[in-house]
C-alpha cells in the first residue's frame, strides 16, 4: 500500500507543477491609472489601486487586453504570457471631447449626507451607461461624487458582489443631483 501511495503523491505532485506552469498574469500600467482592464473582453478590475499596479492571474498563451476610461478613447492590445511570468502593458490614454455643460450628477446612494467617504470603498464593480464604462461602485458612491453628465435619460447597469445587479433607465437632470440607491444582495 505504501508504494501506492507514493506514486499517487507524486502524479498529484507532477499535475500541479504542470498547472502551474500554464498559469502566468497580465499588469497594466499607464495614464490614467484609474482605468479599466479586460482580459478576452471580461472585465478584470482596475489598472490601479490606490497608486498600486493590479496583477491578474491568466493561463499562459495569447490574451487582448483593453483598457478603458470614461474621458479617454479605448486602448486594446495583444500581449503572449509566459507560463510563471506576468507580461506589462504600457499604456497612455487620449482624451476624448467632453460636451458642454449643463450637466446634472449621477451618484450611487448609500453614502452618508454628510460624508464625503464612500460607504462601499474598495467595491471596484464596473458601472456602465448606455454601456459605456464609466468608473466604479466606490467612486460613486459619496456625498460629494458622481458622474457629472449631460441631462438626459440613461441605461444604468452594474453588476456588483456587494449590491446585486442594477439594470434600470435613469433620467439625469441639469444642475440637479440623481441618486440611484444602491441594494443589499
Known sequence: MRPF???LLAALGATLALAADKSGAIKA???PGRA???IDGKYAGPASRFTVVEKYPVDAGAHEV????????????KVN???????????KLTKVQLPPPPYGRLRLGGGAPE??????????????LNGK??????????????LLLPPGTYR????????????????????????VPLKGK
Open 5 to 7: 501511495i507514493l506514486v
Open 29 to 31: 500600467a499607464g495614464k
Open 36 to 38: 479599466g482592464v479586460w
Open 156 to 179: 444604468l447597469k452594474v453588476d456588483s458582489q456587494v449590491h446585486g445587479v442594477i439594470d434600470q433607465d435613469v433620467t439625469v437632470v441639469a444642475n440637479k443631483v440623481t441618486v
Open 115 to 128: 460624508s464625503f467617504m464612500s460607504v462601499v470603498a474598495g467595491d471596484t464593480s464596473p458601472v456602465f
Open 133 to 146: 464604462f464609466y468608473g466604479y461602485v466606490d467612486e460613486l458612491n459619496n456625498a460629494g461624487g458622481g
Open 66 to 77: 483593453t483598457v478603458r476610461d470614461p474621458e479617454h478613447e479605448d486602448f486594446t492590445t
Open 81 to 91: 504570457v509566459a507560463a510563471g511570468k506576468t507580461a506589462k502593458v504600457s499604456y
